[in-house]
């Protein structure tokens, strides 16, 4: 990791596009090991985690977007024609533009690509589980791209692989390892950080996988449905 681009995104993540309030921060470890789980809507789900929380962490990115040859086509669908409401041929145009800044800089300030084949996945979960065993903090936002958007929460339901990780880290190291919830909410600009979840070995994996996924999903919901946050705070 590059910790000096690191720490200017994050300035320009808080000062320039996020620009709002974080509730229970003082739930977060100062560092790992631990996974931050949090909603996506869109590009506001990284940007508010990455302008709240105050210790690096590296993120899980789709690997098409780390790659230069791919990554084009897939800002173009996924961010400049939804989020930009841009159309072709100008879409593509910018997407290429933004490919040969934005490729370069997420693997500079730790991007884990997240490939989406068994055998790619259990590459992320080595690079994930290895970075995880060193103390650092692993951001994931397990959406599922495939299933329809819940209206009520601007959410998809997670996928439950990434709650691998929990059962590859204890049998590394022997701890049970900590996933916390954070509810990002666009109309308020507000990250709430919710109650650890933490791993539990004494579950057969199948269950305990569903477990984790469904807790994590659920807190968010839940942290969603309230009507105000207690004493929310500027945005460290």
């Not at 690509?113 to 397990?142: C, F, K, M, R, S």
């Not at 959406?143 to 339901?157: I, Q």
Request: with cysteine; net charge neutral.
């Amino acid at each position: 990791m590059n910790r000096p681009l690191y720490h200017l995104v994050r300035w320009g993540f808080q000062n320039v596009l996020w620009r709002g309030k974080v509730a229970g921060l003082d739930r977060l470890p100062a560092r790992g090991p631990a996974v931050l789980v949090a909603n996506h809507l869109g590009s506001m789900g990284p940007i508010a985690v990455g302008a709240s929380v105050p210790g690096e962490f590296y993120s899980w990115i789709h690997s098409d977007v780390l790659d230069p040859a791919l990554a084009p086509d897939y800002l173009r669908c996924d961010f400049v024609e939804p989020e930009l409401h841009l159309r072709p041929p100008p879409s593509g145009w910018l997407a290429s533009l933004i490919t040969r800044i934005h490729v370069p800089l997420l693997r500079a300030v730790g991007g884990i690509p997240v490939y989406h084949t068994p055998e790619g996945l259990q590459q992320t979960l080595h690079i994930t589980v290895d970075l995880l065993a060193e103390g650092n903090l692993v951001l994931i936002l397990p959406e599922d791209p495939r299933l329809p958007l819940d209206p009520r929460y601007a959410m998809r339901p997670f996928q439950k692989g990434f709650t691998r990780c929990g059962e590859l880290f204890f049998e590394r190291t022997g701890g049970c390892l900590a996933f916390y919830p954070l509810a990002v909410r666009r109309t308020s600009r507000t990250l709430q950080v919710g109650e650890p979840v933490r791993y539990n070995p004494n579950i057969g994996p199948g269950a305990e996988r569903l477990r984790l996924r469904s807790a994590l999903e659920n807190s968010i919901h839940a942290m969603l449905d309230q009507t105000g946050l207690a004493d929310p705070s500027p945005a460290m």
